[in-house]
């Protein structure tokens, strides 16, 4: 059974992915470059997005619990990124040290806003640092795939991305607008996942056995390694990609579901 990642080891890839971040964009032909999975973004609104957000979420950890949102950046304030690519990719440095600082700083347990209080993840800095790790990542991937050399996510972070989408960005308590099912994502390195839907929301559950056989069978499922699952859930690549059974349209629901908050 694969375990959650600890609070240590989320800082530590987090800078490492970053890191990885910054390379792909140190290796683009210019900043220029349209990326293929954000299609109306080219590289250097990727690291904007990025630096921006981590800035975000530094301020809202160290706002600490019960504190509004913090205020986005006006655009084209004094807080614009530069266009220099060595002054730019200085600046996305800085901003990850910034949120790393503030998680430090703050610890796992500290109470903090987050936009998912309906979900099944905690509103606290541990899984703010959960979740910043799947958006570096996945940006990531996003860079390295606009230099023409796209990375296989690593695999603890693939695997604690499966449980950590489908926990934050799936679960939720707002009505599932068609009728009662169950999808279940099978990763091929062992764990399983259901998302039961209904008119209570979505919840989601870790699977005791593999590949399920252990409860009701589902309406619908997916497999595929977990960095595939992922991708996947993060629109990356076409959800057809992975290996499917049962009511396919359901992938389609899910993708166009928009819960109310």
């Known amino acids: 059974m694969t375990k959650t990642l600890e609070f240590p080891d989320l800082l530590q890839l987090i800078g490492e992915r970053s890191t990885a971040f910054r390379s792909a964009v140190a290796a683009a032909p210019s900043l220029d470059v349209q990326v293929p999975t954000c299609p109306e973004w080219t590289l250097f609104d990727l690291v904007r997005h990025l630096g921006e957000g981590r800035r975000f979420w530094a301020a809202a950890v160290a706002a600490g619990p019960g504190a509004a949102p913090p205020a986005r950046p006006a655009p084209g304030g004094s807080a614009q990124p530069p266009r220099e ?130 409860t009701d069978a589902s309406d619908a499922s997916a497999r595929g390694a977990a960095r595939e699952l992922v991708l996947a859930l993060y629109g990356r690549i076409p959800v057809g990609s992975l290996e499917l059974d049962g009511d396919r349209r359901l992938f389609d629901l899910l993708l166009a579901w928009e819960p109310e908050e």
Not at 88 to 108: H, K
């Open 85 to 214: 690519r060595g002054a730019l990719l200085a600046w996305s440095a800085a901003a990850t040290q910034e949120l790393l600082d503030a998680l430090r700083e703050a610890g796992p347990d500290r109470g903090c806003w987050t936009w998912w209080g309906s979900s099944q993840s905690p509103q606290t800095c541990g899984a703010v640092a959960r979740h910043q790790l799947q958006e570096v990542a996945v940006h990531t991937y996003d860079a390295q795939l606009a230099v023409g050399d796209p990375q296989p996510l690593p695999d603890e972070v693939a695997l604690d991305g499966v449980d950590e989408f489908l926990s934050t960005c799936c679960a939720t308590t707002s009505a599932w607008p068609h009728g009662p099912a169950a999808v279940d994502y099978h990763a091929t390195e062992g764990p399983s996942w259901r998302l039961r839907l209904s008119a209570d929301g979505a919840r989601t559950a870790r699977l005791s056995s593999p590949d399920g056989t252990d």
